[in-house]
């Protein structure tokens, strides 16, 4: 993009308990509610480790976006910097496979929402609900970003108390010694049934692949980077507070639900969160549930709508996608782009009459998201690297630091690597693996096309040039740290040009 070029600016109308409980809610998806009882049945309470490993590694990828963000306000997301650090390609492959990552995971959504209404009216066609989703998702999401963000604050809200509430009632009960089925609520139960790691190893390993699912969406707050307030205050206070939610959100409510009854108890087919409500008496337990699932999906199908259609306009806004995309409405509303991404969703009303096993479906759906989730995750910490050792002034000026940043980008790739293993050694799992690289290959088809275009070359040559010069400056910046203090900016500083 030319930096003379000044393209319309979306609207700075989120403000600070937007951020929060949008980064909030993007750490708690669905899987938690719905998966939760399959991952303990695999793995046991080692599954307590499963998400603390995950939380963690994930925690460094938002601390390398947070600080790449922040050392140019003037990226929109991380497709942004991927691109101007990386070249041309990578905001087309991350820009557009983060888009793919969210039209998959809202189709699920679809799915799952039209089959949760169906349990308090079973014979409304299913079609229905699935339409009135949709257009319910475009009437919270055209009007004005900021409709966006209180919806999502909202939504956000009702899973935190639902957590909340199952932590408070299980401690209760683990209190106070209930009882079922001859077992006592206690903390022992985490221990006393084989131990921490009862289907060893391969079991730890199993949880890896279903937890996974659970932490997509970790990254939304880095799609709301140009409609933030104060960035600089509210995206470092949204990255920092990832440790709390995990441990919180995710190990908290596990470890209760394995301390008031036996991991052996639970299975893969229900909601320990529905069993846990129904044990403590609670009068309509599976419909509180119900109700706290369709609201979690409608959140995740939400914040899909959202950050595809920013991801589609910024593509549109550096020639990766057509102009058309790249228009604003009169409330700073990329609606064209909002208008393309919910026309996919219209897919997940075909899959609700199609053949075959929905759980299978699921995971199919599941792991092909989370593979193309950690491919963006791969490219925003590549990034990071190449930042630091083109642009060594910048990090050096970072009030945003990522910790341990020498070597923990190279930790978290590696574990990335450990999960794709993990996913070859499960049939359902491996069969999603072996179909996922045909969305890349025809992604590259796609890709050799646009660079025929003579605009896309002189991008590519612009951001060879910048490389070099910038490679040539930090070379001088790392030999005599001391007079680059004093040098004049470079002219290819990080400005979101390509």
């Known amino acids: 993009m030319s930096a003379t070029h000044q393209p319309p600016h979306l609207d700075r109308a989120l403000s600070s308990r937007h951020i929060q409980l949008i980064a909030i809610g993007g750490a708690i998806g669905t899987g938690l509610f ?27 990828v938002m601390r390398a976006m947070g600080e790449l963000l922040l050392s140019n306000t003037n990226y929109k997301n991380f ?27 809202g189709i699920a959504d679809v799915v799952a929402i039209a089959h949760y209404v169906s ?26 970003v900021r409709a966006f963000g209180e919806t999502e604050f909202w939504f956000a ?31 022992s139960n985490l221990w006393a049934h084989e131990g921490m790691f009862p289907t060893g190893f391969m079991g730890f390993v199993a949880g890896f692949q279903i937890a996974v699912f659970a932490f997509v969406g970790v990254e939304l707050v880095g799609t709301t980077a140009a409609e933030t307030k104060d960035p600089e205050i509210n995206l470092p206070r949204a990255v920092n507070s990832i440790p709390i939610r995990v441990l919180l959100f995710y190990v908290g409510a596990l470890v209760i639900l394995m301390a008031v009854r036996p991991w052996t108890t639970y299975s893969g087919g229900e909601s320990p969160f529905v069993g846990m409500f129904a044990l403590a008496g609670l009068a309509g337990a599976a419909g509180v549930v119900n109700f706290i699932v369709l609201t979690s999906a409608t959140s995740s199908a939400n914040s899909g709508i959202y950050s595809t259609s920013r991801m589609v306009y ?14 604003l409405s009169r409330r700073k509303v990329p609606r064209n ?41 791969s490219i925003i910490l590549i990034s990071y690297i190449v930042y630091r050792r083109r642009r060594p002034h910048l990090h050096a000026a970072s009030k945003f630091k990522m910790p341990g940043a020498t070597f923990t980008p190279y930790m978290v790739l590696a574990f990335f690597g450990f999960i794709i293993w993990a996913l070859t050694t499960q049939p359902d799992t491996l069969a999603a693996l072996l179909f996922t690289p045909l969305w890349f290959v025809g992604l590259g088809i796609g890709y050799l096309v646009l660079r025929r275009n003579p605009e896309h070359a002189a991008l590519r040559a612009l951001h060879d040039a910048k490389a070099l010069q910038e490679n040539a400056t930090a070379a001088g910046w790392n030999s005599i740290p ?16 390509q």
Do not use: H
Not at 37 to 55: H, L, W
Not at 79 to 105: E, K, M, N, Q, R
Not at 482 to 497: C, F, N, T
């Open 34 to 60: 719905m998966g939760a009882g399959k991952t303990i049945a695999v793995a046991g309470p080692s599954v307590i480790f499963v998400y603390m490993i995950i939380g963690f590694m994930l925690f460094f």
């Open 157 to 187: 809200l009702i899973k935190i108390v639902a957590i909340l509430a199952l932590i408070v009632v299980g401690l209760v009960m683990i209190v106070t010694g209930f009882e079922t089925d001859g077992s006592r609520a206690a903390f």
């Open 79 to 105: 497709s942004d910097f991927a691109g101007d650090i990386l070249g041309p390609w990578a905001s087309f492959f991350t820009g557009w496979t983060y888009w793919f990552c969210w039209v998959v995971t």
């Open 337 to 377: 782009a909002l208008l393309f991404s919910c026309m996919f969703l219209l897919a997940g009303v075909a899959l609700l009459y199609a053949e075959g096993s929905v759980a299978e479906a699921f995971t199919l759906v599941t792991t092909i998201s989370a593979l193309c989730f950690m491919f963006v995750w």
């Open 119 to 144: 349990f308090w009216w079973p014979d409304l066609p299913l079609w229905i609900p699935a339409i009135a989703c949709i257009l319910l998702l475009l009437a919270l999401n055209l009007p004005t």
């Open 482 to 497: 001391e007079a680059v203090g004093a040098a004049r900016p470079l002219s290819g500083r990080g400005d979101g040009s």
């Open 314 to 327: 910024g593509l549109a806004q550096d020639g990766d996608a057509p102009k058309a995309f790249g228009l």
